[in-house]
Each structure stands twice: as structure tokens, then as C-alpha cells.
């Protein structure tokens, strides 16, 4: 699947999906602009796998080479949120995805784990990302207090699931950088801005 167009919302904002729900995306491209508000992504806006689900689902061979901007929560060069189910057994794992599109936020946040990255922005529990690059340059303004070059803010735990966050075999190369940072609670990094 390969999208050229432009993709403009306020919510779940994707070049391919806007929410996937208990299920993955492989072999997708977004070569468009994608500009969206809270949960927004170059293929998919929001992912989630729930206890409902069969097992783990996967986000396979996706690329994006699209600008992705976004004002809220949540934004990454293949995924802006994703949350996965209670245990391990439903991980959501992102393999050989590259973003080489720049990803931007300019907005001014709406809470104290937004998040932004090069592949993922903001996700949940048990997330697994393997073999995966970024080459683009990742930009936020103070409003997303958590910057890196693959991840943005991976593991939040409210609910006392066990996590599984496991970043192996891949790289960032791309400018990692936030304008008008606020050292108190701003966290970057050139692969994650905060892992828990």
C-alpha cells in the first residue's frame, strides 16, 4: 500500500490507517504530509491491541518519507500512539520500519508524557522495536516533553501489567532536537527521550 496524498485531521491521523485495532500493517509507505492533532502517525495515528486480541501483532517493513506534524500527544514517523495489551503475549513490535521524513510538533502538549518519535511517539506497556532506522529529523517544541530519535516516551504502567520495552538492532542518524525546553521535564535522547 502506498499513500501520496495529503492527510490532514485532529485526531487518529495516519498516511495509511488512522487506528488499528488488534491487528498490524506491513509493506506500507506514506509518502505524503501528514498533519494532524493528538495520535498521529506517518503510517498508522494509534494502535491498539487489547486483552481481546489473539496474541502479539506486528508493524512489518513500513516506511515513511512523508513530513508528519502534529500539536498533541503522541507523534511518530510510523506510529504516534500505541498501547498494548496486559503481558507480553500481546506485544506490539515495529521490525525493519525506517522513517525518513521529518517529524515536527509544534504544538504546546496536553499533558506531562507527551511524546515523540522517529518511529514511535508514546506507547504502553509491552513494545517491542527491532531493525528499525530513522534518517529524518526530529523537531518538537517544549509541549512534547519527551524527544528521541526512535522513541518518544515508551512503558507508562497505571495499571501494573508488566512491561516489556526492548529496543535492539536499530539506529538513528537524523537531527534529534526541542526548541523553548523546559529542563525540568523535557527528556531527549538520540534514540529514546524516556524509557520506564
Known sequence: ??????????????????????????????????????????????????????????????????TVTAGRRALG????????????????????CYNTGTVSG?????GDRDGMGGIVGEGKYSIVIEYCANKGTVTGSS????????????GENSMGYDNYIYIKESFNSGTVEVTNANANNTFVGGIAGHLE
Open 106 to 110: 509544534t504544538g504546546t502538549g496536553s
Open 77 to 96: 514517523g510510523i506510529a504516534g500512539y500505541v498501547e498494548s495489551g496486559s503481558n507480553n503475549s500481546k506485544s506490539v513490535t515495529f521490525s525493519k
Open 1 to 66: 500500500l502506498v499513500n501520496y496524498g495529503k492527510v490532514t485531521a485532529a485526531w487518529y491521523t495516519g498516511g495509511i490507517v488512522g487506528k488499528l485495532v488488534n491487528d498490524g500493517a506491513s509493506f506500507c509507505t506514506n509518502l505524503g504530509t501528514v498533519s494532524g492533532g493528538e495520535d498521529t502517525g506517518g503510517i498508522v495515528g494509534c494502535i491498539d491491541n487489547d486483552d481481546n486480541s489473539e496474541g502479539g501483532i506486528s508493524v512489518y517493513y513500513c516506511t515513511n518519507s512523508g
Open 143 to 154: 509541549g512534547f516533553h519527551h524527544i528521541g530519535g526512535l522513541a518518544g516516551y515508551l
